[in-house]
């Protein structure tokens, strides 16, 4: 085939792609048409003879204009917008015989050109983000519920290999904003976005869910569910084996085997499982409401497998940061976690609270291989390697927690606390460039999250140290002011503030807010491998307080 004669159908194939041509003939018969009517009734009403050639030439003015317009703009189910350029044409790869090699290496049978721009547009499919569902419910009041809905898709999209899953904290910066889909896939690089909305009407709930190319913002797929409340996780499960099938015209691999995670027909028990995952969310803080919440949903469902393996989180992250040494309440945890195993074996949440219980214990090798595990079952559930990275950290393998929080904000690129960690962890290795790159991302992830809520304590706490380690003296000491204001005895305020005065040069005052953080029981290994604090490294007040961990801890111990 000529160049001349290529390029003629790939002009051809443009046109019909654009609806030009199909523009064209229809403007010819509405045209047509309407010279008609104005042939048979403008004589009859009296109208002068120029009138109906005002008509004709009006028409075949208009015809190159509609062309244009066609040309550039398209009606989608979004709207009249512009039209996406075309993909490129890729040329076929080529083996050493000069043939375009296709399927795999050594095959060397030609494939039709024309097919290559397709795949190439597919290979982008093989990667989603879950928006939060919107909430249609007459009270408006179901907030919580379709970010918990949401949350499981997600969750369950994660164990599908071959499939990239944008994280929570990533896709819930767009929750209760209008932002165009192919904005968000250009953002979150992914190359399809799913979104829906919940209505629950008494134990009535329908949910609409649709999924849309992030390249061009045309459906997927798309379906309706109206169900009894119960079926809240069947619904979510087909909602994930829905979209995987859509996605699977252009993957190689996939897995369905994460479907079907332990649910529960009894809404009381959901409800109050969500209020526990919505407090369980928030790291650092005291973990007796979550731990409360998940104890009230097994109460209602003793066979809910996720509310045991929040039960085990909870109480994991207390131990963590040292707010419990019970041995009653560690053997909870690991009832919790042993009974969520027995009703969903492979669920991943009850494999990340488990290693984050064994290495608050000091049980190294079972912690990293629970975090293995997980990793093996889910390799897009953030989670993970965040508290694989703490781990790492916290027991000197510094080399590793690098690794894996840079997996952390590879999947969680809008998670701050993970970007801060990230830098930390690059400082300890002596990459200078790095952690001044991470943590200056980590800065400007806090400040857009504190210009949308600014009374977040989480931000203003991490803000605080995150800012000082860049010498940002003023905005670093006003963040530490309002933490101190708004909770000034809260473990997160006293130790990130006090982070913030070493790295400040305030050691006096950094070691008072280190001593009142002890008095509230909080605690763990993250202190002693701080990069933060290491100016207070060789005071006798820093010593003496590390002196005083160490043998509350090792009481814990024993008890335990």
């Known amino acids: 085939m000529t160049a001349e004669s290529t390029w003629l159908a790939r002009w051809l194939a443009e046109l019909r792609r654009r609806k030009v041509t199909r523009v064209a003939i229809a403007y010819l018969i509405v045209a047509w048409v309407l010279v008609q009517i104005a042939g048979e009734t403008f004589e009859p009403l009296g109208l002068p003879m120029w009138t109906r050639k005002l008509v004709i030439v009006a028409l075949a003015l208009g015809f190159p204009i509609a062309l244009v ?52 547009i597919a290979a982008t499919h093989a990667s989603v983000a879950v928006l939060p569902f919107v909430d249609m419910s007459p009270e408006r009041d179901q907030d919580h519920f379709c970010d918990g809905i949401a949350e499981e898709i997600i969750n369950s999209l994660c164990c599908v290999r071959g499939l990239k899953v944008a994280a929570r904290t990533s896709a819930f910066q767009y929750k209760g904003r209008a932002t165009d889909v192919r904005e968000i896939g250009r953002t979150l690089g992914v190359g399809a976005v799913l979104e829906g909305s919940v209505r629950k009407f008494g134990d009535r709930l329908r949910v609409t869910a649709q999924l849309v190319g992030a390249g061009d913002g045309y459906h997927l797929w798309s379906e309706s569910f109206d169900r009894r409340l119960a079926d809240v996780f069947a619904i979510q499960d087909e909602i994930a084996q829905k979209v995987t099938s859509a996605l699977k015209m252009s993957l190689a691999t996939g897995d369905s085997t994460g479907f079907g995670r332990g649910g529960t027909a009894n809404s009381d028990a959901y409800e109050y499982y969500l209020r526990g995952r919505a407090l369980l969310r928030r790291h650092g803080e005291l973990r007796l409401d979550a731990r409360q919440m998940f104890q009230r949903s097994i109460a209602f469902d003793p066979d809910f497998a996720l509310a045991h393996a929040g039960l085990g989180a909870a109480i994991a992250e207390r131990l963590t940061w040292r707010q419990t040494h019970e041995p009653a309440e560690v053997a909870d945890a690991l009832r919790a976690l042993d009974r ?62 690098a690794q894996l929080f840079q997996r952390n904000v590879e999947l969680e690129p809008t998670n701050y606390t993970a970007w801060g960690l990230l830098a930390s962890s690059r400082e300890t290795l ?76 305030e050691n006096d005052k950094a070691l008072d807010l280190l001593e009142e953080w002890v008095e509230t029981g909080a605690g763990g290994n993250w202190i002693r491998e701080d990069p933060d604090l290491r100016k207070l490294k060789g005071s006798p007040r820093f010593s003496a307080l590390l002196e005083r961990l160490e043998q509350r801890e090792a009481a814990g111990r024993k008890r335990s």
């Open 69 to 120: 317009l066609a040309w550039a703009f398209d009606v989608t189910p979004r709207g009249v917008e512009r039209t996406p350029a075309a993909a490129p044409v890729l040329p076929p790869a080529r083996g050493p015989a000069g043939m375009a090699a296709v399927g795999g290496q050594g095959t060397s049978s030609a494939a039709p050109a024309s097919l290559l721009p397709a795949a190439a």
């Open 340 to 401: 969520a195993e027995a009703l969903r074996p492979g669920l991943v949440e009850a494999m990340v609270a488990l290693g984050a219980l064994k290495s608050a214990q000091g049980c190294n090798d079972e912690a990293t291989a629970a975090f293995d595990a997980a990793i093996e079952r889910a390799p897009s559930y953030p989670d993970t390697y965040y508290w694989y990275g703490r781990h790492a950290y916290s027991i000197g393998d510094r080399a590793h927690a």
């Open 430 to 505: 002596g990459d200078k460039a790095g952690h001044l790159e991470a943590m200056l991302r980590c800065v400007q992830l806090i400040d857009r999250q504190l210009e949308l809520y600014p009374d977040d304590i989480r931000a203003i706490q991490f803000g605080a140290s995150s800012n000082a380690a860049l010498q940002r003296r003023e905005r670093a000491l006003e963040l530490c002011a309002r933490a101190l204001l708004i909770e000034p005895d809260a473990p997160g305020t006293l130790y990130n503030v006090a982070c913030a005065y070493t790295l400040l040069d």
